[in-house]
């Protein structure tokens, strides 16, 4: 096997230590671990952290937090930290709050309003005398869609003034970091919320070739065999993530690498090799991340594969979910995997449009944005194979 540990390139990994990264973590830990180590203050400091897409946004965020919850569990300060993608699941403030509550309580909340549920986690945080450091990944994706049922206010409205909103009671929010894509964020707010959100801002760019040549080859170091990468496929991947439409994609770059890696074993070769890159390049062309294909689990897979059958039957743009499930519970008991409901079907669907290239609409049912279905079909076949550990086109009876 030419990747010796394929859970290293999976999209939910995240490595010890982020190449190219430090200094941001350390902004991170320069404007926090005072504050969240010494917890008198009280003061909550909103930090947004602004990069394009891949450039290691959510994993310097992330690794920061695993670094401070050590110090903090040494300094044995009763803290929380809440990590909320609001891509995921999220679909307006009211849910984001429900899910901060649920997340800090442990228990599922009765529905309130947004405004109920803030008073809920401060009122909860203080007589607990627990503290949250709270932090919202693609938040900018959540604030427009608010927008547009909520012009006025909004979450960073709520979350920049807890302070005005309780002023008799501690609120131990101790701080908030937004993570979202540079542009757009701030034109969508109104005026009062770009005034409270303050100036602390960490700003990433896309990765230069130089920079993704370092980082793959600490994450080829972790997960490949090491004979298997030559240099030179290493600068081409690099080369395509640098040019064109990727602009530093670091996820784009693992993603072409992992596919690479598993053309490669396909045939029988012990070397990835460029041309199983330029194959890697032409099949995936269309889109979704790769490396979040390959870390959905044999349901997910399944659901998607279904989607694929139905459309080819049906020979239409778009296939009604019901359809979908039909096809899904054939291949279910193909691959003797308990079928899931219908319901959870659905909702399992409506997830996955964030994630790879669907697209659902209510009335109509779900398409595939870009890619071919016989593409698409090669694609999930391929992290099927992952998952089962089997060819998928001989699955297992
Ligand atoms: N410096 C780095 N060292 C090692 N791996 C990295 C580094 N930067 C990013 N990665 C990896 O690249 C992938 C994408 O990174 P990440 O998810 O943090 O990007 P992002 O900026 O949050 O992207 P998006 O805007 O799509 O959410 C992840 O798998 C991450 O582990
Ligand atoms: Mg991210």
């Not at 279905?373 to 089997?390: C, K, W, Y």
């Given at each position: 096997m030419?990747?010796?540990?394929?859970?290293?390139?999976?999209?939910?990994?995240?490595?010890?230590?982020l190449?190219?990264?430090?200094p941001?973590?350390?902004?991170?830990?320069?404007i926090?671990?005072?504050?969240?180590?010494?917890?008198i203050?009280?003061?909550?400091?909103?930090?947004?952290?602004?990069?394009?897409?891949g450039?290691?946004?959510?994993?310097?965020?992330?690794?920061?937090?695993?670094?401070i919850?050590?110090?903090?569990?040494?300094?044995?300060?009763?803290?929380?930290i809440?990590?909320?993608?609001?891509?995921?699941g999220?679909?307006?403030?009211?849910?984001?709050y429900?899910?901060?509550?649920?997340?800090i309580?442990?228990?599922t909340?009765?529905?309130?309003?947004?405004?109920?549920?803030?008073?809920?986690i401060?009122?909860?945080?203080?007589?607990?005398?627990?503290?949250?450091?709270?932090?919202?990944?693609?938040?900018?994706?959540?604030?427009?869609?608010?927008k547009?049922?909520?012009?006025?206010?909004?979450?960073?409205?709520?979350?920049?003034?807890?302070g005005?909103y309780?002023?008799?009671?501690?609120?131990?929010?101790?701080?908030?970091?937004?993570?979202?894509?540079?542009q757009?964020?701030?034109?969508?707010?109104d005026?009062?919320?770009?005034?409270?959100?303050?100036?602390?801002?960490?700003?990433?760019?896309?990765?230069?070739?130089?920079?993704?040549?370092?980082?793959?080859?600490?994450?080829v170091?972790?997960?490949?065999?090491i004979?298997?990468?030559?240099?030179?496929?290493?600068?081409?991947?690099?080369?395509l993530t640098?040019?064109?439409?990727?602009?530093?994609?670091?996820r784009?770059?693992?993603?072409?690498?992992?596919?690479?890696?598993l053309?490669?074993?396909?045939?029988?070769?012990?070397?990835?090799?460029?041309?199983?890159?330029r194959?890697?390049?032409?099949e995936?062309?269309?889109g979704p991340?790769?490396?979040?294909?390959?870390?959905?689990?044999?349901?997910?897979?399944?659901?998607?594969?279904?989607?694929?059958?139905?459309?080819?039957?049906?020979?239409?743009?778009?296939?009604?979910?019901?359809?979908?499930?039909?096809?899904y519970?054939?291949?279910?008991?193909?691959?003797d995997?308990?079928?899931?409901?219908?319901t959870r079907?659905?909702?399992?669907?409506?997830?996955?449009?964030?994630?790879?290239?669907?697209?659902?609409?209510?009335?109509?049912?779900?398409?595939?944005?870009?890619?071919?279905?016989?593409?698409?079909?090669?694609v999930?076949?391929?992290?099927?194979?992952?998952?089962?550990?089997?060819?998928?086109?001989?699955?297992?009876?």
């Amino acid at each position: 096997m030419i990747i010796a540990i394929p859970e290293l390139m999976r999209a939910r990994y995240h490595p010890e230590t982020l190449p190219h990264r430090e200094p941001e973590i350390k902004k991170l830990d320069n404007i926090y671990r005072r504050n969240l180590l010494y917890p008198i203050g009280k003061c909550s400091h909103v930090t947004r952290v602004l990069g394009p897409v891949g450039s290691g946004k959510t994993c310097t965020v992330k690794t920061f937090t695993h670094r401070i919850k050590k110090d903090t569990e040494k300094h044995k300060v009763p803290l929380r930290i809440v990590y909320v993608n609001c891509k995921l699941g999220v679909k307006d403030r009211r849910s984001l709050y429900s899910r901060i509550l649920e997340a800090i309580t442990g228990k599922t909340p009765p529905s309130y309003s947004p405004g109920e549920y803030l008073d809920r986690i401060t009122k909860y945080l203080a007589e607990e005398d627990l503290y949250l450091f709270l932090v919202l990944d693609d938040v900018d994706y959540l604030i427009r869609r608010d927008k547009r049922s909520e012009p006025e206010g909004g979450l960073v409205y709520d979350l920049t003034r807890l302070g005005e909103y309780y002023p008799r009671r501690a609120v131990n929010i101790l701080g908030v970091v937004f993570i979202a894509q540079e542009q757009g964020f701030r034109d969508v707010l109104d005026q009062s919320e770009r005034s409270s959100l303050g100036f602390l801002v960490i700003r990433l760019k896309g990765y230069d070739k130089e920079e993704l040549l370092d980082i793959l080859r600490s994450r080829v170091y972790e997960a490949f065999n090491i004979t298997a990468v030559p240099g030179e496929v290493l600068e081409y991947v690099c080369d395509l993530t640098t040019h064109g439409d990727y602009k530093g994609d670091c996820r784009y770059a693992l993603g072409l690498l992992h596919t690479g890696g598993l053309i490669a074993d396909e045939s029988m070769s012990d070397q990835v090799q460029v041309d199983h890159i330029r194959k890697a390049v032409s099949e995936t062309c269309w889109g979704p991340s790769m490396e979040e294909l390959y870390s959905l689990d044999m349901q997910q897979l399944l659901i998607l594969l279904a989607i694929v059958q139905a459309l080819r039957v049906k020979a239409r743009a778009y296939v009604m979910i019901r359809s979908v499930y039909d096809f899904y519970t054939m291949l279910s008991s193909t691959y003797d995997v308990e079928p899931l409901s219908y319901t959870r079907v659905k909702h399992l669907i409506k997830e996955l449009e964030h994630l790879v290239g669907i697209d659902y609409v209510p009335g109509k049912g779900v398409r595939l944005m870009d890619a071919s279905l016989d593409d698409f079909e090669r694609v999930i076949e391929r992290a099927l194979q992952q998952v089962t550990g089997t060819n998928s086109c001989n699955p297992p009876l």
